[in-house]
T-cell receptor
Framework: QQPVQSPQAVILREGEDAVINCSSS?????VHWYRQKHGEAPVFLMI?????EQKGHEKISASFNEKKQQSSLYLTASQLSYSGTYFC???????????FGKGTHLIIQP | GAVVSQHPSRVICKSGTSVKIECRSL??????MFWYRQFPKQSLMLMAT?????????EQGVEKDKFLINHASLTLSTLTVTSAHPEDSSFYIC?????????FGPGTRLTVT
């Protein structure tokens, strides 16, 4: 089942913060976050496995709620290089692999 | 958004046989196709990138003669796993891209016995 990402797109000025959400109607095994730049393959950012987990670093971090149905990606003091499309991929824990959301387009302006 | 399909969704084959996986973008022209594999509980691993009408570019460690990629049209790309072995068992995902758009296919679970 495809996770729901929001917002669909966001435009920020350099230095502003952004939050991208990814939610599922069922509890998940894991959430993966990827960033894709125009014309390039998506790049893996991080994976979250535990309910209540928060990981990442000061600028880019993510959380996974206790129920393991919702994850958020936090981009703090955004830089121009953060522009791109962010995808969350979720695993349900069965034999199937990742299912991706539709992506969130992030545009950072000077 | 575009609809991307992969066929088959699951396949079990015997060791030594070849398997073809199709990726179709039904209402989207994919000028570039990325093929990934995902081992259980791991992140995606990029296998190769192909541009429509051109030969695919393979990532280091991926055998081009074993994983044959054809991207003959803007709506269809195929990945053929030749002489499959149990270690090729994995989840294969296509990701078509074009313009500012990128999508992911639903994936194909390959099990080689």
């Amino acid at each position: 089942q495809q996770p729901v990402q929001s917002p669909q797109a966001v435009i920020l000025r350099e230095g502003e913060d952004a939050v991208i959400n990814c939610s599922s109607s069922k509890a998940l095994y894991s959430v993966h976050w990827y960033r894709q730049k125009h014309g390039e393959a998506p790049v893996f950012l991080m994976i979250l496995l535990k309910g209540g987990e928060q990981k990442g670093h000061e600028k880019i971090s993510a959380s996974f709620n206790e129920k393991k149905q919702q994850s958020s990606l936090y981009l703090t003091a955004s830089q121009l290089s953060y522009s791109g499309t962010y995808f969350c991929g979720t695993e349900g824990g069965g034999a199937d692999g990742l299912t991706f959301g539709k992506g969130t387009h992030l545009i950072i302006q000077p | 958004g575009a609809v991307v399909s992969q066929h088959p969704s699951r396949v079990i084959c015997k060791s030594g046989t070849s398997v073809k996986i199709e990726c179709r973008s039904l209402d989207f022209q994919a000028t570039t196709m990325f093929w990934y594999r995902q081992f259980p509980k791991q992140s995606l691993m990029l296998m190769a990138t192909s541009n429509e009408g051109s030969k695919a570019t393979y990532e280091q460690g991926v055998e081009k003669d074993k994983f044959l990629i054809n991207h003959a049209s803007l709506t269809l790309s195929t990945l053929t796993v030749t002489s499959a072995h149990p270690e090729d068992s994995s989840f294969y995902i296509c990701s078509p891209a074009g313009g500012d758009e990128q999508y992911f296919g639903p994936g194909t679970r390959l099990t080689v016995t």
